[in-house]
């Protein structure tokens, strides 16, 4: 039996979403070994696209099943009015698993989306969104001039080459230290990504006057909500490993991927002191940073087998 009226029925409106959803996916299962300076990497990642946000916008944090520390802090943000959407997991569902919820629930027109171990300068949503809207059919612009595997952005290319108004390049436009920004805070070996380089060329579209790089990462995006939908749900068996099949399926379907020619974000990786940022956020500064030194061989042995050792009881205790 219902005694009286619902009071919802009497309210005439309801708060409108963002155009734009700002969304993180978060899993940080302990504080300790790999985990260790994870929640300070959080911490600094949501204080930036809380400071540097120069657009509207509503953030949606979904949490993988972390630490009740993680939770804890998370759920105080929310409380806060700093999280508008909160989605908690019982269970740890992968990346693949989380990007199948947020695409399918983010209220906005374009999502934002970007791993949360990621900083973000000053005006990046406004630099990111000009791509968007500037270019026809675009899946994915991401935030750094970057390298990316031609084949997941063949549509990108074909649209250039149909269209008079664009030109395609191919050489070494980006620096050593461009690629080794974004490489080194991977956990890349210094000599290997040099090698690495030495053989691929990058790929340069100037459309309108202004250069652009071919190709996006999956760590940062922004697109627009209805190229995302069209290519749910993503295959998800593993936690990790499948992520490229966004950018398979995004290419697929015709969408163009693309990357601006200027630094708009910084990916972070599990430390930050590696990547030039403090425990407070602070950007230190990167010119002059000691790179990574030689390693004497039964060092770097031992290195290897003590991570064997640590990945095996990681995967023993959270498996």
């Given at each position: 039996m219902r005694v009286g009226q619902?009071?919802?029925?009497?309210?005439?409106?309801?708060?409108?979403?963002?155009?734009?959803?700002?969304?993180?996916?978060?899993?940080?299962?302990?504080?300790s070994g790999y985990f260790e300076q994870s929640l300070d990497v959080l911490k600094i990642c949501l204080n930036s696209i809380w400071d540097h946000t120069d657009e509207s916008y509503d953030l949606m944090v979904f949490d993988n099943a972390s630490c009740p520390e993680v939770r804890q802090y998370l759920l105080k943000m929310q409380e806060k009015g700093k999280i508008q959407y909160l989605l908690l997991s019982e269970?740890?569902?992968?990346?693949?698993?989380?990007?199948?919820?947020?695409?399918?629930?983010?209220?906005?027109?374009?999502?934002?989306y970007a791993d949360s171990d990621v900083y973000y300068?000053?005006?990046?949503?406004?630099?990111?969104?000009?791509?968007?809207?500037?270019?026809p059919n675009v899946g994915m612009v991401t935030g750094i001039p970057m390298?990316?595997?031609a084949e997941f952005s063949t549509s990108t290319v074909q649209w250039a080459?149909?269209?008079?108004?664009?030109?395609?390049?191919?050489?070494?436009?980006?620096?050593?230290?461009?690629?080794?920004?974004?490489a080194r805070s991977l956990g890349g070996d210094e000599q290997k990504v040099r090698e690495f380089f030495a053989d691929v060329e990058d790929i340069r579209l100037t459309y309108q006057g202004?250069?652009?790089?071919?190709?996006?990462?999956?760590?940062?995006?922004?697109?627009?909500?209805?190229?995302?939908?069209?290519?749910l749900p993503i295959p998800n068996e593993r936690p990790m490993g499948q992520v490229r099949l966004l950018d398979v399926a995004i290419n697929e379907k015709g969408y163009l991927r693309l990357?601006?020619?200027?630094?708009?974000v910084q990916h972070l990786g599990n430390r930050l002191s590696e990547n030039g940022f403090n425990a407070r956020g602070a950007l230190t500064n990167l010119k002059g940073r000691e790179r990574n030194r030689p390693r004497i061989l039964h060092?770097?042995?031992?290195?290897?087998?003590?991570?064997w050792i640590y990945h095996r009881i990681f995967e023993f205790l959270h498996r």
């Open positions: 619902n009071p919802a029925k009497f309210i005439q409106e309801v708060p409108q979403p963002a155009r734009v959803t700002v969304a993180t996916v978060v899993y940080i299962p302990l504080l269970e740890n569902i992968g990346k693949a698993g989380a990007w199948n919820v947020i695409f399918g629930a983010a209220p906005g027109e374009v999502i934002a300068y000053p005006g990046w949503l406004t630099a990111q969104l000009d791509v968007l809207e500037k270019f390298w990316s595997p080459v149909n269209n008079p108004d664009a030109e395609i390049e191919r050489g070494e436009f980006l620096t050593w230290e461009e690629h080794w920004r974004h202004e250069h652009y790089y071919v190709g996006a990462g999956h760590f940062q995006f922004v697109g627009f909500k209805r190229a995302f939908q069209s290519v990357s601006t020619p200027e630094w708009w060092w770097q042995l031992a290195e290897d087998f003590l991570y």
